[in-house]
């Protein structure tokens, strides 16, 4: 089925990426000659950021980048940050013991006396010598005076230089694998590959006229910064866990991925994002550290093991292990109570985050599109209110759309939000998602979108042979570059307009396909309005529209663009207006019987018809009740 509305590629989107990760990809090159001589070990850090930074470029810029190629590209440059791991981590670990032993092991330093005599103490470097009174006889022929000597002994030193003798080895050993990963990349001739299309893609957006920052490119900005900031928030619960080692490491990598996805668009900014990008590297250095603890409370324990049973084999029996044990058992004490420390770290800092008010300045900043991404020239008087049109559940339904989209701008709408199930049932699936994408529309994923890309059908669920139908029929009428668009999709975003918080999502924000409309119990939507951090919640998936209020929080239900299903067949949106807050429930007529004709030259079942041009749902014209 051919597209109607094919969204064009941005010439400035197209031109900002390859300017962005050209740098990026130069840098990579440079850095990979210092890995093979390992003069330092800050080559191999700078690359791997690079490589970590590309691999993040490859995903938010994809829509200007071929789509045949970005898989190879992105598995290439994954490789190359794979294989500098370990010597990464070796490197980091070398220089962390060095530092240990040199600022804690003198404070641990113990005593110990000993007398000699003249002759036989020498100029011994270890050691410090004082005449004893009344030892000895320096006036009798051939009589040594006695003299004590204190000795320095390090009692934490031999375990941790036999700790970091041991990791220094291990380092070197690895560095030819080092040299042949910077061989093998150079072999694949991917980052001449990469610097070549990016060239070309810039060359070309530049003579397409691709010298502004545009809608298309905040828009994307939006909706990778939010998803991130999202999949942060998602590890909060596990503050509260100290010893959920995992969830915190993972909240690391997000913290790192959001940070990374900040600095690929900070130049769409006049503040460049600076504040927000030190915010969060504060954040991953604490994550970090804790990381690192981690890795030591695991590490030693094994490292001592392996020690133990290394004396057995060389002196047949561990008593020379007692040498080096203290040293270990002092520096895993060390990095366990540093640990409790740095977490008690990341609380005070998480709190101070937050009582700041850093996450609604980040908002307000990257929320640009949902001001006036929807108006043609971008301008927008900001002495005005804002209105905002809110669609859902379209269902494939292009014609409702269109009548939606025109009648919202008509009324003065600057942005449109989406709180998904966009295709299904209807007879466009293809057509709705490009011109969702080609009128910048901020989307969500829905309930039956994901059934759908997840070919539910084949399951035999639904039970219902007509919903079968219409998932299979919108699964094979989708193009591949819609479906990996609708597979993008975030469960929910947030954002912030004229210091108002939002919050679209498809069902809840617990629950993709739980109800919240007119027959929600109030307790049900106060116990989310207590956590949901949102002054207004958008929502969709009842096909039955709805404003309600509890507390302070506002619960918008946007009803259905393409299968309303309350006995009114028009199409259904909401006006949200901010500054004054007003919302109003809109309904627009449309050309049903193109969406019916459609419906029947694609063979869809009868009861589809039916449902649009009665507003009513599946289950009461087939008279079961079989959710999909």
């Not at 500054?579 to 109003?584: A, I, K, R, T």
Request: proline share 4%.
């Amino acid at each position: 089925m051919k597209c109607e509305h094919k969204p064009a590629q941005d010439p400035s989107f197209s031109r900002y990426a390859a300017e962005t990760m050209l740098p990026l990809l130069l840098s990579l090159k440079q850095e990979l000659t210092g890995v093979r001589t390992a003069d330092d070990i800050e080559y191999v850090h700078r690359t791997r950021v690079a490589t970590r930074r590309l691999r993040a470029c490859l995903t938010i810029f994809s829509p200007s980048l071929p789509h045949e190629k970005i898989k190879n590209w992105r598995r290439t440059i994954r490789d190359i940050t794979r294989s500098l791991g370990e010597a990464r981590d070796l490197d980091v670990q070398i220089d962390f013991i060095s530092t240990f032993i040199s600022r804690h092991i003198r404070d641990e330093c113990q005593e110990e006396l000993f007398f000699y005599s003249d002759h036989e103490l020498g100029h011994h470097p270890l050691f410090s010598t004082k005449q004893v009174e009344g030892k000895g006889n320096n006036d009798e022929p051939g009589s040594d005076p006695l003299l004590f000597c204190t000795r320095s002994f390090d009692i934490n030193r031999p375990g941790l230089e036999c700790l970091l003798q041991r990791l220094k080895a291990r380092r070197q050993h690895i560095q030819p694998d080092l040299v042949k990963a910077a061989d093998r990349l150079e072999l694949t001739a991917v980052p001449e590959s990469m610097i070549s299309y990016l060239h070309e893609l810039k060359i070309r957006a530049e003579i397409e006229g691709g010298t502004v920052n545009s809608q298309f490119s905040y828009e994307q900005a939006f909706v990778s910064i939010m998803t991130a900031i999202s999949n942060l928030f998602w590890f909060e619960p596990w503050l509260n866990e100290p010893d959920n080692i995992h969830q915190h490491h993972e909240m690391r990598i997000a913290a790192k991925r959001l940070r990374y996805i900040l600095e690929a668009f900070s130049g769409l900014y006049e503040c460049g994002l600076k504040t927000e990008i030190k915010t969060f590297k504060s954040l991953q250095d604490v994550l970090g550290d804790m990381h690192d603890c981690d890795v030591w409370v695991e590490k030693i324990p094994a490292f001592i093991l392996d020690e133990k049973k290394r004396a057995y084999r060389y002196f047949g029996n561990p008593d020379f292990f007692s040498i080096i044990e203290h040293g270990l058992s002092r520096l895993l004490e060390n990095r366990k109570n540093r640990r409790v420390e740095l977490f008690n770290e990341l609380h005070v800092l998480w709190d101070k985050i937050r009582e700041e008010g850093f996450w609604d300045q980040l908002m307000e900043k990257v929320s640009h599109p949902a001001r006036f991404s929807f108006i043609e020239d971008g301008v927008q008087d900001n002495d005005r209110p804002v209105t905002i049109a809110l669609i859902s559940d379209i269902h494939a339904n292009l014609p409702a759309l269109e009548a939606v989209l025109a009648d919202a701008k008509q009324k003065g709408a600057t942005a449109v939000l989406n709180a998904g199930d966009s295709i299904g049932y209807g007879a466009f699936p293809d057509e709705v998602i490009s011109y969702l994408r080609s009128s910048h529309v901020l989307s969500v994923i829905g309930n039956y979108d994901l059934a759908v890309l997840s070919k539910k059908w084949k399951t035999g669920r639904p039970r219902s042979h007509d919903k079968q139908a219409a998932m299979r029929f919108a699964f094979q009428n989708l193009s591949k570059e819609n479906r990996t668009y609708l597979a993008g999709l975030s469960r929910e975003f947030r954002l912030r307009v004229r210091g108002t918080n939002i919050l679209v999502t498809h069902g809840s924000p617990d629950q993709i396909d739980e109800y919240l409309d007119r027959g929600t119990p109030e307790s049900r939507l106060r116990e989310i309005a207590e956590k949901a951090r949102a002054d207004i919640i958008i929502t969709g998936h009842s096909h039955l529209p709805s404003i309600r209020q509890v507390d302070d929080v506002l619960f918008v239900n946007c009803g259905s663009v393409g299968r309303t299903e309350d006995g009114d067949p028009r199409a259904c949106y909401a006006l949200l207006t901010l500054d004054p807050l007003s919302v109003v429930h809109v309904r627009v007529s449309y050309d049903i019987s193109r969406a019916i004709t459609a419906m029947q030259n694609r063979h869809l079942p009868g009861s589809f018809t039916r449902m649009i041009s009665e507003g009513r749902s599946h289950d009461d014209i087939s008279g079961h009740g079989d959710p999909a």
